[in-house]
């Protein structure tokens, strides 16, 4: 890794987004649903992006990317349109541009393991147009923000793409999302009390299977049979119904309701294709089930690696509990602890 020589930038500009679990409903904020309801939480720990602003003159490369989790520093060629080492990142600077006359030094850095399946590259992209925004007056909306993503992975990279997690990323908290003609979508966001808020938060766990998830030839079979079945298939209605009983459940702080809506939208992604739920979910869905645990959601749109994440009951020493005998299942099951995001992208100077 080369390091080009510091020295003191002009502006540093930060941005944070925090990234998504227990979107009940996924799958259906996507094309082939044509419209969808998505149920999502926004969680820290947060994406950073971290950006250096030089005179042009000052630097010998105009854009350097530090990716710090992978231990990359290098440059990105202005007005490339073909990207290799890190697609979605180039491709969002590419989409944003930077003003002829600064140069830039972009650190981007995630607690998340990579191919978490919680919406961490949604949040990094959003965090990254979030702060070279901050380059021109800074005039984007969270929403413009959230769409600019989407374009980047849809239209630029061409990637198979729903909308709820660069809109979680972007609002961040409790949020039900309506999409009425894809991809367009209001953003409800869930006001609860205090109390039940910090119930809601003390209650979850989020789990990394130990793999990251892979985009699979299963997704393709799933997305082909929905070209086949049409917007209404009946596993699209069920997951929408998730949404909406996972909004009512939160409202009315009834967990054991919310419990089973997570349960529910889990049993609908194995509908749409057995090997969205792999084996290793299958495990420690069942550890979590004879332990206690009244919910399990499969992050994401399923699949072999990921995350999960549960809702326990209301003893604290009985949550611990399920996390003992879900790391002693396998060992390469990670707890992570979240917290709910009371913001969603931050940028600041």
């Given at each position: 890794m080369t390091v080009e020589q510091p020295d003191q930038p002009m502006r540093v500009i930060n941005s944070v987004a925090p990234v998504r679990i227990c979107d009940n409903g996924g799958w259906t904020d996507t094309w082939f649903a044509e419209k969808g309801e998505v149920f999502n939480i926004g969680v820290y720990p947060y994406v950073e992006v971290q950006i250096k602003v030089y005179p042009v003159e000052h630097r010998e490369h105009r854009i350097t990317l530090y990716v710090e989790n992978y231990g990359e520093m290098y440059a990105v060629a202005g007005g490339q349109t073909e990207w290799e080492r890190h697609p979605l990142l180039e491709a969002a600077i590419h989409?944003?541009?930077?003003?002829?006359?600064?140069a830039l030094q972009i650190t981007i850095f995630s607690e998340v393991p990579a191919g978490c399946s919680t919406g961490t590259s949604a949040a990094i992209t959003v965090a990254l147009?979030?702060?070279l925004d901050r380059l021109t007056p800074g005039t984007m909306t969270?929403?413009?923000?959230?769409?600019?993503?989407?374009?980047v992975e849809t239209e630029l990279l061409k990637l198979q793409s729903g909308i709820q997690d660069q809109l979680c990323?972007?609002?961040?908290?409790i949020n039900y999302i309506e999409m009425f003609e894809y991809p367009h979508a209001s953003v409800s966001q869930i006001q609860i009390p205090n109390s039940l808020w910090w119930e809601l938060e003390r209650r979850l766990v989020l789990f990394f299977l130990g793999k990251a998830h892979q985009s699979s030839s299963v997704h393709e079979q799933v997305i082909h049979r929905f070209e086949a079945a049409g917007s209404d298939h009946t596993t699209l209605d069920k997951l929408r119904r998730t949404a909406q009983q996972s909004r009512d459940a939160v409202y009315a702080g009834d967990w054991n309701a919310f419990g089973r809506a997570m349960i529910a939208n889990t049993e609908a992604q194995a509908e749409l294709h057995p090997a969205l739920i792999c084996d290793d979910a299958h495990l420690l869905i069942d550890v979590a089930r004879r332990n206690g645990a009244i919910g399990w959601k499969v992050n994401g749109a399923g699949g072999d690696g990921g995350s999960i994440t549960l809702l326990c009951g209301p003893t604290s020493s009985d949550k611990r509990q399920i996390i003992r005998a879900v790391q002693e299942?396998?060992?390469l099951f990670r707890n992570l602890p979240i917290y709910l995001s009371r913001f969603g992208l931050r940028v600041w100077e």
């Open positions: 989409y944003m541009g930077v003003p002829d006359n600064l147009i979030g702060a969270p929403h413009q923000v959230a769409y600019a993503a989407h374009r990323a972007a609002y961040g908290g299942a396998n060992p």
